[in-house]
T-cell receptor, first 115, second 112 residues
Framework: GAGVSQSPSNKVTEKGKDVELRCDPI?????LYWYRQSLGQGLEFLIYFQGNSAPDKSGLPSDRFSAERTGGSVSTLTIQRTQQEDSAVYLC?????????????FGPGTRLTVT | GDSVTQMEGPVTLSEEAFLTINCTYT??????LFWYVQYPGEGLQLLLKATKADDKGSNKGFEATYRKETTSFHLEKGSVQVSDSAVYFCALTQEGAQKLVFGQGTRLTINP
């Protein structure tokens, strides 16, 4: 079946512009996660959504970052007033439910370059 | 806070060599431990996991044992292949939490 998909695959933007990154999780998966993979920081958690519960935003690095999940499916990560340090690969993952026994399936990522 | 430390890379081996990638963790309680792999041009995928002390995870000839006394989860394979060339990430999740905490990754290259 279809895996996690993300768009765009690559995004180049100018410093100060806003960007939106999209994630389509595996159908039926109730949990959705965003991570960031950068040279300086490695792989780091940003935010996760589980069903209708309030999202865990504890990993968002600043208030320029926000995310929403509409209808319990598609998610959008928005970065406002982008900075060069936001350049990274943004990964989305989904899992069947809450709990460490449920595997997180990762998408191919969106490579963001801020010039 | 919780953290994961992996051996520094890159690691280069010849085909059929024995592989060990060290991983140690710092965490309270009883985390679940994972190895993820990222093949060239592909997304992260789960390789194996262990959810309690002394559990052994295994997949594709790779093994790792959850050692609480040494807070370690070292990845091993008896005979590597060129197709094992990838970046390997050790990770943990805490009880009741969902976020994965990753190590810095180890790039492995296997030469024929």
């Amino acid at each position: 079946g279809a895996g996690v998909s993300q768009s765009p695959s690559n995004k180049v933007t100018e410093k100060g512009k806003d960007v939106e990154l999209r994630c389509d999780p595996i159908s039926g998966h109730t949990a959705l996660y965003w991570y960031r993979q950068s040279l300086g920081q490695g792989l780091e958690f940003l935010i996760y959504f589980q069903g209708n519960s309030a999202p865990d935003k504890s990993g968002l690095p600043s208030d320029r970052f926000s995310a929403e999940r509409t209808g319990g499916s598609v998610s959008t990560l928005t970065i406002q007033r982008t900075q060069q340090e936001d350049s990274a690969v943004y990964l989305c993952a989904s899992s069947q439910a809450f709990g460490s026994s449920y595997e997180q399936y990762f998408g191919p990522g969106t490579r963001l370059t801020v010039t | 806070g919780d953290s994961v430390t992996q051996m520094e890379g890159p690691v280069t081996l010849s085909e059929e060599a024995f592989l060990t990638i060290n991983c140690t963790y710092t965490a309270t309680g009883y985390p679940s431990l994972f190895w993820y792999v990222q093949y060239p041009g592909e997304g992260l995928q789960l390789l194996l996991k262990a959810t309690k002390a002394d559990d052994k995870g295994s997949n594709k000839g790779f093994e790792a044992t959850y050692r609480k006394e040494t807070t370690s989860f070292h990845l091993e394979k008896g005979s590597v292949q060129v197709s094992d060339s990838a970046v390997y990430f050790c990770a943990l999740t805490q009880e009741g939490a969902q976020k994965l905490v990753f190590g810095q990754g180890t790039r492995l290259t296997i030469n024929p």
